[in-house]
């Protein structure tokens, strides 16, 4: 069952507890920590994205296409769609021949409020390039169009592209076909669901891969990509990307919708998933940063620096300070 993780108090009282699982795996896949549930089966929504840009990495396709590897961590992004993202992305299709109509992950202006409040105003139209899985689809199209596949269909499940990518998923988390969940993601594309355990399995084997040669030099270039360009992966202020900074690349960080999160920490090889059971994913940060502190991966100047993100306020709509919203939870260490 889900535990405690976030309460939200509004003057004295505590008015919602928000629920979730987390569990912690060392780089040899065995448990190392949980909170509620480690065999909670959910979608990985876009924590997967690591995975599925390994085949882009693993079929030559960047040397293919001169693609560089800040290029490759907006594959692998959720981003706000920045100049910096929009910028990656649109080089990404002129390198493969294609435009911003070969995209089929759907339009908006940016999950940012900001960003999406200005574009708004300003009467910008809404592209499939701010979209924030627009990085992922391009690197699907790029493999289809190095490998000669169809890129108006590449998103349907059937798909060469999908397949392949679905090859990696059950490599990287030790499942069949038949034991994973697939599912439509909210970009149009597969997306999988599993056990938050074999989730956390997918991050250690990410960072210290037991399979071939090719894969651990895969491997080490998707770790390096997103740790080296962290602002890519997320965008400005966003926490996956500042936690990425803050560490200097010892945390891996990547979030997905309806509240996942996942995780790993290189010089302690401890891999993380979360997902929060209402699928809030404004209070991951908090989740996060508990998770962080208990496992004692911060220093003191560290943990200064992300102090935003480890307690929040609670504002009314005239942003006044009503309450708190903080972590509730300790893990259980499992000997």
């Given at each position: 069952m889900a535990e405690g993780l976030v309460q939200i108090t509004r003057g004295n009282l505590t008015e919602n507890i928000i629920r979730g699982d987390i569990v912690v795996l060392d780089q040899n896949g065995h448990l190392n920590a949980v909170c509620g549930n480690s065999q909670k089966k959910a979608y990985l929504r876009s924590a997967a994205k690591p995975i599925q840009a390994i085949v882009a990495v693993r079929e030559g396709v960047l040397e293919y296409f001169d693609i560089t590897d800040e290029e490759l961590a907006v594959m692998c992004a959720s981003h706000i769609a920045e100049e910096v993202h929009i910028k990656a992305i649109l080089s990404i299709l002129q390198k493969i021949s294609l435009d911003e109509s070969a995209l089929a992950c759907g339009t908006d202006y940016s999950y940012d409020p900001e960003l999406r409040e200005k574009r708004i105003a300003n009467h910008v139209q809404k592209r499939a390039v701010f979209h924030n899985c627009s990085g992922k689809h391009a690197c699907m199209l790029a493999i289809c169009k190095?490998?000669?596949?169809?890129?108006?269909?590449?998103?349907?499940?059937?798909?060469?592209?999908?397949?392949?990518?679905?090859?990696?998923?059950?490599?990287?988390?030790?499942?069949?076909?038949?034991?994973?969940?697939?599912?439509?993601?909210?970009?149009?594309?597969?997306?999988?669901?599993?056990?938050?355990?074999?989730?956390?399995?997918?991050?250690?084997?990410?960072?210290?891969?037991?399979?071939?040669?090719?894969?651990?030099?895969s491997c080490q270039r998707i770790c390096k990509a997103m740790t080296t360009y962290p602002l890519m992966?997320?965008?400005?202020?966003?926490?996956?990307?500042?936690?990425?900074?803050?560490?200097?690349?010892?945390?891996?960080?990547?979030?997905?919708?309806?509240?996942?999160?996942?995780?790993?920490?290189f010089d302690r090889g401890l891999s993380v998933a979360v997902k929060m059971e209402d699928g809030n994913g404004e209070v991951l940060s908090l989740v996060m940063m508990s998770v962080y502190q208990q496992l004692g991966v911060l220093n003191a100047q560290q943990l200064e620096a992300l102090q935003s993100f480890a307690c929040v306020n609670n504002k009314n709509c005239r942003g006044e300070v009503v309450g708190m919203k903080e972590s509730i939870f300790e893990l259980e260490y499992i000997k």
């Amino acid at each position: 069952m889900a535990e405690g993780l976030v309460q939200i108090t509004r003057g004295n009282l505590t008015e919602n507890i928000i629920r979730g699982d987390i569990v912690v795996l060392d780089q040899n896949g065995h448990l190392n920590a949980v909170c509620g549930n480690s065999q909670k089966k959910a979608y990985l929504r876009s924590a997967a994205k690591p995975i599925q840009a390994i085949v882009a990495v693993r079929e030559g396709v960047l040397e293919y296409f001169d693609i560089t590897d800040e290029e490759l961590a907006v594959m692998c992004a959720s981003h706000i769609a920045e100049e910096v993202h929009i910028k990656a992305i649109l080089s990404i299709l002129q390198k493969i021949s294609l435009d911003e109509s070969a995209l089929a992950c759907g339009t908006d202006y940016s999950y940012d409020p900001e960003l999406r409040e200005k574009r708004i105003a300003n009467h910008v139209q809404k592209r499939a390039v701010f979209h924030n899985c627009s990085g992922k689809h391009a690197c699907m199209l790029a493999i289809c169009k190095m490998k000669g596949w169809d890129t108006r269909t590449y998103y349907l499940p059937d798909h060469p592209v999908q397949q392949r990518i679905l090859d990696e998923i059950c490599n990287f988390s030790g499942l069949s076909r038949n034991q994973i969940t697939v599912g439509i993601d909210g970009c149009g594309v597969p997306v999988f669901a599993m056990p938050l355990e074999r989730m956390a399995l997918m991050y250690a084997n990410l960072a210290h891969p037991n399979f071939s040669e090719d894969y651990a030099e895969s491997c080490q270039r998707i770790c390096k990509a997103m740790t080296t360009y962290p602002l890519m992966v997320a965008g400005t202020g966003q926490f996956a990307s500042v936690v990425m900074q803050v560490s200097q690349g010892n945390i891996l960080a990547k979030p997905g919708a309806d509240g996942i999160f996942c995780s790993h920490i290189f010089d302690r090889g401890l891999s993380v998933a979360v997902k929060m059971e209402d699928g809030n994913g404004e209070v991951l940060s908090l989740v996060m940063m508990s998770v962080y502190q208990q496992l004692g991966v911060l220093n003191a100047q560290q943990l200064e620096a992300l102090q935003s993100f480890a307690c929040v306020n609670n504002k009314n709509c005239r942003g006044e300070v009503v309450g708190m919203k903080e972590s509730i939870f300790e893990l259980e260490y499992i000997k």
